[in-house]
């Protein structure tokens, strides 16, 4: 068996990875489970944490560390024979899962164990696992007839294709789109996008420049490119991936995908006795009920969309005195917002960006994380890769060994876009001692080039800061049982806490005077540069939230009302929301639900709200910072102590309290949104 992961082993063997046996090793794999898992049930004797559960988890860790590195692998370098093995395997994973949690005997045996093992009470964690235990058996369909049971295991599998099959498209239509531009057409572009169009065009066997889909290229026409007509032609390419519209029309056509995504969805819920998808999305999260979500995510609005209109009308009237542009498209808006920002507070994205090049910022992010938690970061110079991208850190802590950490920091073809932190390994205290956390922090930055390191825009600063702070969650984590160890167990709406917090940094003048140094010369981000970004810093926050508030009303609307495509069309429910809450009106081919794969493709389903929901709790804990002292060692590890360790052995409000000594308030996110409270 090509195992990627032994328990004996600390890091993946990438290059054990063959596609060709990945769909076999993996039927063995499920069949050994299903059968010591009956044999487990088999055994004579009351059932206990040590003789039922402790196994268990052995099996289900055995499982995640085969099968973690094969996803993140398909993630990153995304090649067709690995594509395929992966696709042939989610079914099985699916069926095996379901099946897990129908077993009725197992069902009963978890309740036992909760009602009569006193040991369930001797270790931190385990009687939190076993309540989160029970109640995903409900939410596997435990209790339904067998043909509910039968129903919903083929509803789970379809979704499993699924998503997989709105990833690829969306991967395979990005990848598709290029466009060869001569140099005159590059006027305003930063030369990281210059460089990486030449690159492009060599790699073609072109001459010139050819811009691709990748999120640093797109971002930079939008923000920076003088030639409207370039950035409406990427603007269109990139808001009609996998779609009916746009240059790559019905190719790779995400809108049958999203529209049985969205029916699977809405009969499981009704199969497990809920009135929606959002209704059953709720029962992993902190909150209460759909009317809940609902009215904060249109209160937020309430206060968000006057204060966004002005901003609006400020932009418009700019672009009117500047250039005679009486109507804005999409495509001008965020270079005309670039531009108001300069002609404003005099910086750009750009003029950072030479003050952060990516080796410095790291290293100064790991001295932070070690004054604010106490751990140190060294890098491993040799490990079994799969890019030459790939980095490898060690971090200790007093000389102790706690966790590795892989970055995975550039964009390159092959690639899924945007950021995230994936668990390769979870701490827990098993058959072979304790086992320790690995993560994997993937981003999509400009790489390398003419001998220069990455240099970041501060955008992808606060991007960078948001997946470690995710990772700094699942690395430092105390917990020894697996089910809530690092993020797992932690209500969804609250895992992007520490994320959103860490952020905030990037927004302190204090840490960026420690953190700029110039690529060239080494002098620090001038103080006059730190002033003006900081005065930036609210600088259109509630377009940017009634963007945000946008993404979560849709989603949340779309699976709170979905019946089908015909009574509920996604295209009118996002038309609708956009009605309400939107200043900026994308053209009617614009098609960004087609390439949402946060909600179709991804673990955010009536789910995406969790990031405004979660930033009250991150400004609010932040704010205990900015009264005690950025740096404060003790106030670190206080953080450290009751957010960071605990990860999901204890209700998330729980964890909150702890920390800040009382319950949320929104007032520090409405002030750093520039919103009155």
């Known amino acids: 068996m090509n195992h990627p992961l032994p328990a004996d082993t600390e890091l993946p063997r990438y290059s054990a990875i063959d596609p060709a046996s990945i769909e076999a090793d993996l039927d063995r794999l499920l069949a050994d489970n299903r059968a010591a898992i009956d044999a487990l049930l088999a055994e004579p004797g009351p059932a206990t944490w040590e003789r039922l559960c402790a196994p268990i988890e052995e099996l289900e860790d055995e499982l995640e560390r085969f099968w973690a590195p094969i996803g993140h692998l398909n993630s990153v370098s995304n090649a067709g024979p690995l594509r395929q093995a992966y696709n042939a395997c989610l079914p099985k994973l699916s069926a095996y899962r379901t099946w897990l949690g129908q077993h009725r005997a197992l069902y009963e045996a978890y309740q036992a164990v909760a009602q009569e093992d006193p040991a369930v009470d001797a270790v931190p964690g385990r009687r939190r696992a076993l309540d989160n235990a029970l109640r995903d058996f409900v939410l596997a369909g435990v209790a339904l007839e067998p043909a509910g049971r039968t129903r919903f295991a083929e509803l789970s599998q379809r979704l499993a294709t699924l998503s997989a ?11 598709a789109w290029s466009l060869s531009v001569g140099e005159e057409r590059l006027a305003g572009l930063p030369e990281s996008t210059r460089a990486a169009a030449r690159r492009n065009a060599e790699a073609a066997g072109e001459r010139g420049y050819r811009l691709a889909l990748d999120g640093p290229s797109y971002l930079a026409v939008m923000a920076h490119g003088e030639d409207r007509e370039l950035r409406q032609a990427i603007y269109t390419a990139w808001q009609t991936r996998a779609s009916d519209r746009g240059p790559q029309a019905d190719k790779w056509d995400n809108s049958e995908v999203m529209h049985e995504i969205l029916d699977c969805r809405r009969e499981l819920a009704a199969l497990l006795g809920f009135a929606n998808y959002a209704e059953l999305s709720l029962a992993t999260k902190m909150a209460p009920d759909t009317a809940s979500v609902v009215t904060f995510l249109e209160d937020l609005a309430a206060r968000a969309r006057p204060v966004a209109q002005g901003e609006w009308d400020a932009l418009c009237a700019f672009a009117r005195e500047r250039d005679g542009r009486e109507q804005l498209e999409a495509w001008d808006v965020p270079y005309y917002s670039e531009q108001l920002r300069q002609a404003r507070y005099a910086i750009s994205q750009e003029d950072l960006r030479p003050y952060l090049p990516l ?82 922090l993937v981003c999509n930055f400009s790489p390398p080039a003419d001998g220069r390191p990455s240099l970041l825009t501060h955008d992808e600063l606060t991007t960078l800061f948001h997946e470690f702070g995710h990772g700094l969650h699942h690395l430092l984590t105390r917990q020894t049982v697996a089910a809530v160890s690092g993020i797992n167990g932690v209500e969804w709406d609250a895992v992007e806490l520490p994320s959103q917090f860490l952020e905030n940094w990037c927004w302190e003048a204090d840490f960026l005077a420690r953190l700029g140094a110039h690529v060239d010369s080494g002098d620090p981000i001038p103080p006059v540069l730190v002033e003006r970004l900081l005065a930036a810093r609210r600088f259109q926050a509630a377009m940017q939230t009634v963007r945000q508030l946008e993404f979560a009303l849709f989603d949340f609307r779309l699976h709170l009302s979905w019946q089908d495509a015909a009574a509920t069309p996604v295209q009118a429910v996002l038309d609708a929301v956009r009605k309400d809450v939107a200043v900026v009106q994308p053209p009617d081919w614009n098609r960004f639900q087609h390439g949402f794969a946060h909600i179709f493709a991804g673990g955010y389903a009536a789910g995406y709200y969790s990031y405004k929901w979660a930033e009250v709790l991150s400004a609010d804990a932040f704010s205990r910072f900015e009264e005690e002292g950025i740096f404060n060692a003790e106030t670190g590890r206080a953080f450290l102590r009751e957010v960071l360790e605990m990860g999901g052995s204890r209700d998330a409000m729980e964890t909150f309290r702890a920390f800040r000594g009382r319950e949320p308030a929104i007032e520090p996110l409405l002030r750093q949104s520039g919103i009155a409270a």
């Open 165 to 175: 099959s709105f990833s690829d498209n969306l991967l395979d239509a990005t990848d």
């Open 359 to 440: 080796p410095r910022v790291l290293a100064t992010l790991f001295d932070l994380c070690g004054e604010l938690f106490g751990i140190e970061f060294s890098p491993c110079e040799r490990f079994d890769s799969y890019s030459a991208d790939l980095a490898l850190y060690a971090i200790h802590r007093d000389g102790e060994l706690l966790a590795h950490c892989y970055l995975d920091l550039y964009a390159r073809s092959g690639k899924r876009g945007g950021a995230w932190m994936g668990d390769c390994r979870v701490r827990r205290e098993g058959a072979h001692g304790l086992q320790r956390p690995v993560a994997w």
